[in-house]
């Protein structure tokens, strides 16, 4: 099976309620040679899967990051979401703080957490979707 490597990227944020520092998983890019275009949001069901499969890999120390991905609350409507939760409170912030945290990662700079082998269907399947936002390489 064909495979490619796909970065998890995540910016450093405090908790909206209790202020504990938090990494916010908020995009999906391959490792190599990415395209702008190819650029996926982490704020629907398939990416944020895709994302918590390669965070919980054994050979990683991002379990915790896994662990704090969650599916869409009942009370958030919408398109998109945030499946960021933080780790002390709890708390399930709304779809458009995720927004802030992909305008702050841009400004400020991110990690890439965790990369991990998904075979190629998997993620032409889910490329680019999300916000559809294009993001351009610093
Ligand atoms: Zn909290």
Same mark, same amino acid.
């Given at each position: 099976?064909?495979?490619?490597?796909?970065?998890?990227?995540?910016?450093? !944020?405090?908790? @909206?309620?209790? =202020?504990? *520092?938090?990494?916010?998983?908020?995009?999906?890019?391959?490792?190599? #040679? &990415? %395209?702008?275009?190819?650029?996926?949001?982490?704020?629907?069901?398939?990416?944020?899967? !895709?994302?918590? @499969?390669?965070? =919980?890999? *054994?050979?990683?120390?991002?379990?915790?990051?896994?662990?704090?991905? #969650? &599916? %869409?609350?009942?009370?958030?409507?919408?398109?998109?979401?945030?499946?960021?939760?933080?780790?002390?409170?709890?708390?399930? =912030?709304?779809?458009?703080?995720?927004?802030?945290?992909?305008?702050?990662?841009?400004?400020?700079?991110?990690?890439?957490?965790?990369?991990?082998?998904?075979?190629?269907?998997?993620?032409?399947?889910?490329?680019?979707?999300?916000?559809?936002?294009?993001?351009?390489?610093?």
């Amino acid at each position: 099976m064909n495979t490619l490597r796909v970065d998890v990227l995540a910016y450093d !944020m405090p908790c @909206r309620q209790c =202020a504990l *520092p938090l990494w916010w998983v908020f995009a999906l890019l391959p490792s190599h #040679r &990415p %395209r702008g275009d190819e650029f996926t949001t982490t704020d629907f069901p398939e990416a944020v899967e !895709m994302a918590r @499969r390669i965070l =919980a890999d *054994p050979s990683g120390d991002t379990a915790d990051m896994a662990a704090q991905l #969650r &599916p %869409r609350p009942a009370w958030q409507q919408g398109r998109g979401f945030n499946p960021n939760t933080c780790g002390r409170c709890g708390h399930q =912030a709304e779809w458009h703080v995720l927004d802030d945290v992909m305008h702050d990662a841009f400004h400020e700079g991110c990690i890439r957490a965790a990369e991990g082998r998904i075979p190629i269907g998997e993620w032409r399947a889910i490329r680019g979707r999300g916000q559809g936002i294009f993001w351009p390489f610093l």
